[in-house]
């Protein structure tokens, strides 16, 4: 595992568990969100985004976590390693609440400075829906990239989260 890649809905915890993973085998980190929003939650062009990914994407090893759908093909291709968290969304939900209220009024540590956290209906929606709206859709993708030969993990429950951790080797 050299290329690792984490997606799931919100609140599925793959910023920390991307943090944990860096750490133990000692790779390097990129949170997309905090790549992609500019201050004040500006996005780039599609352009500058795809060139900033495809940059990230020919490094020899990293852990990236971030969903961004229009590019999950590119990402798919380029890991060696993908992990979906597939919570049920009322733990995604819940824990989104508990970490809009630890860092109300300011941004996240992995997230960009002036990108202060903020939680909206339209985020909650997609979190709660993201089983039947946006998992079949990925899972049939994380078929076919099992296909090709890439490690496929679905981690459904916090216990599968720390099963998986607790089974990689450290540095």
């Not at 969903?67 to 009322?90: E, Q, S, Y």
Request: proline share 6%; aromatic share 8%.
């Amino acid at each position: 595992m050299r290329r690792i890649l984490l997606i799931g809905p919100g609140g599925a915890g793959k910023s920390a568990l991307a943090s944990r993973i860096a750490s133990r085998l000692g790779l390097p980190l990129h949170h997309l969100d905090a790549l992609y929003w500019q201050p004040g939650w500006v996005a780039p062009s599609q352009a500058d985004w795809e060139s900033t990914l495809r940059e990230l994407l020919r490094g020899d090893a990293w852990v990236m976590d971030g969903n961004f759908g229009g590019t999950l093909d590119l990402r798919l291709a380029a890991c060696d390693t993908v992990l979906l968290l597939d919570l049920p969304p009322w733990v995604c939900m819940w824990r989104v609440l508990r970490r809009r209220w630890a860092h109300r009024g300011r941004h996240r540590p992995d997230m960009t400075p002036g990108c202060n956290e903020k939680l909206d209906l339209d985020f909650l929606w997609w979190i709660a829906s993201y089983r039947w709206r946006r998992r079949p859709s990925v899972m049939a993708r994380l078929r076919k990239a099992a296909a090709a030969g890439v490690q496929v993990h679905v981690l459904a429950s916090p216990a599968a989260v720390e099963d998986f951790v607790a089974r990689l080797p450290s540095r």
